[in-house]
């Protein structure tokens, strides 16, 4: 079955630096790859996605990038705010097959200091 | 368009307890997945519902179950409560569509099971 692995666990930066943060996959069968965002005590909440079909996705300060062929996406966030600090959770899943499940990664810990 | 919902949001119940939660997609979703969250493992599936039939399972005991009703409206059950069993239980539902080859998923508050 798929497998997710996600690094850091925990990543520190300062206000206005960027942070990164990497994920790869196992199952070359995954075609979708969304990120979610998890405040402490709160939801997970989805920031961005990406499909198999495309290499790069932008919203504002967030962006994900997609390298299929060595099977790992990244999540980059740039001018980084103190409200960014939160639980980074990436998920690789193969819908339009059998598998309609998520497998998450282990999460990134990421706080912004002003 | 309300969100997920789920009840009840805290459950204290004691070993060998069985426990229900319940979930409530956003409506016009058919698809509701069942996530186990904990601070040692994660967010693991334990399994996801579409038109009332369980489409996948994740790598739980049998203890774990679930179904799906014809409003799309989904319960899990834990039977036998363990210590282990302890978490957050969060539900994510989705329209599923198919030929898109994506689906987002939108999750539950999620209900905060402790087991004593």
């Known amino acids: 079955g798929e497998n997710v692995e996600q690094h850091p666990s925990t990543l520190s930066v300062q206000e206005g630096d960027s942070a990164v943060i990497k994920c790869t996959y196992s199952?070359?069968?995954?075609?979708?790859f969304p990120w979610y965002k998890q405040e402490l005590g709160k939801r997970p909440q989805l920031i961005i996605d990406?499909?198999?079909?495309?290499g790069e996705k932008k919203d504002q300060r967030i962006a994900v990038t997609l390298n299929k062929t060595a099977k790992h996406f990244s999540l980059h966030i740039t001018e980084t705010q103190p409200e960014d600090s939160a639980v980074y959770f990436c998920?690789?899943?193969?819908?339009?097959?059998?598998?309609?499940?998520?497998?998450f990664g282990k999460g990134t810990k990421l706080s912004v200091k002003p | 368009k309300a969100g997920v919902t789920q009840t009840p949001r805290y459950l204290i119940k004691t070993r060998g307890q069985q426990v229900t939660l319940s979930c409530s997609p956003i409506s016009g979703h058919r698809s509701v997945s069942w996530y186990q969250q904990t601070p040692g493992q994660g967010l693991q599936f334990l399994f996801e519902y579409f038109s009332e039939t369980q489409r996948n399972k994740g790598n739980f005991p049998g203890r774990f179950s679930g179904r799906q009703f014809s409003n799309s409206r989904s319960e899990m059950n834990v039977s036998t409560l363990e210590l282990g069993d302890s978490a957050l239980y969060l539900c994510?539902?989705?329209?599923?569509?198919?030929?898109?080859?994506?689906?987002?998923?939108?999750f539950g508050p999620g209900t905060r099971l402790t087991v004593l």
């Open positions: 998920a690789a899943s193969s819908y339009g097959g059998s598998q309609g499940n998520l497998i």
């Open positions: 994510a539902s989705s329209l599923f569509l198919y030929r898109e080859g994506t689906d987002t998923q939108y």
């Open positions: 199952d070359s069968a995954s075609n979708y």
């Open positions: 990406i499909r198999s079909n495309v």
